[in-house]
């Protein structure tokens, strides 16, 4: 297969521009500066579409996501990318702008309408609205990929995992993160378009299964798990799923009510991130994060 050349968009580097390649010919530039493909399906995947925009909103402030980045970058210290990463469900670009904004060069492949040109007005280069198995990847030819809480919204992660196991190359690795444990399943999940929640055991023998050997993996988000059995798990076992007049914005679950708030949230979470970054590992958490290589 003969791979088209496409132009760089600009502010792009070599390598970014390599992995913008990869993607195969059929791409077209919009006014946006998003890479499209004729087509996008949306059968196999559970994410609401109007969630991207509310995310967007609040991403930056968000103890979540901002904890969420640092413990992906302390990983990615420890198990260095080997050349530009697909960063596949990227959403609205916060994790691919945190890459980029350590000298990383990241590809951001998102099949939702709205995300990808959010990710562009966050600053991320190289944004392309496509499934991945839309691309004409050639197989064996991806670094690196991140799934930063996708996989729980695929329907056949079985197969969504082997796809991505033909486009790495040999030893290319896999860093994705998941939300953990079943116990935890709230109307939150029903209503974020989860199918499944995780255990960090249960994940790992999953991708030995599909071909992937674990280098790490460990639990995030220690803080969370009791606040999130208290106040979502039990309420909706107890209750139901709240009436949309009493669900909790996004907002209010994302920042912190106040300044002395946040600043306890991040001082218990910053231990996390420490951790990570020494390979050490948590052995509970409501997150799971794992890093793979292809066998």
């Known amino acids: 297969m003969t791979t088209a050349r496409l132009p760089s968009p600009p502010h792009t580097s070599h390598r970014a521009s390599r992995g913008l390649d990869a993607c195969g010919s059929g791409l077209e530039q919009d006014a946006d500066g998003v890479w499209t493909i004729a087509g996008v399906p949306t059968a196999g995947v559970s994410y609401p579409e109007a969630a991207a925009d509310r995310l967007y909103e609040i991403e930056d402030r968000s103890f979540w996501f901002q904890h969420r980045n640092a413990c992906i970058l302390a990983a990615l210290g420890r198990f260095p ?3 530009p990463i697909f960063d596949i469900g990227g959403g609205n670009g916060v994790v691919a702008k945190a890459m980029q904004d350590h000298g990383l060069d990241v590809v951001l ?3 939702g309408e709205s995300a990808p040109r959010n990710a562009r007005r966050r600053g991320v280069h190289v944004c392309v609205r496509a499934r991945p198995e839309q691309l004409q990847v050639e197989p064996g030819v991806v670094g690196a990929v991140t799934l930063c809480d996708v996989l729980e919204h695929i329907d056949e992660h079985e197969t969504f995992l082997d796809q991505i196991h033909r486009y790495l190359s040999p030893g290319g690795r896999l860093l994705l993160t998941v939300p953990a444990y079943g116990f935890l399943w709230s109307s939150e999940d029903v209503a974020a378009g989860h199918i499944r929640r995780y255990t960090l055991s249960g994940l790992s023998a999953l991708l030995a299964h599909r071909g992937y050997t674990v280098e790490y993996g460990t639990y995030m988000f220690q803080a969370l798990v009791i606040p999130i059995a ?3 798990t039990l309420p909706s076992r107890l209750f139901g799923a709240p009436s949309e ?7 209010s679950s994302h920042v912190p009510r106040s300044r002395h708030m946040g600043l306890f949230v991040r001082a218990m979470l910053a231990r996390e991130v420490r951790r990570i970054g020494a390979g050490r590992r948590l052995s509970w958490g409501a ?7 292809k066998v």
Do not use: D, F, K, Y
């Not at 997150?287 to 290589?293: D, G, I, K, M």
């Open 81 to 83: 990318p080997e050349g």
């Open 109 to 111: 492949i998102e099949p």
């Open 230 to 232: 208290m106040l979502r």
């Open 245 to 251: 007049r009493h669900r909790p914005t996004v907002t």
């Open 287 to 293: 997150s799971c994060l794992v890093v793979a290589r």
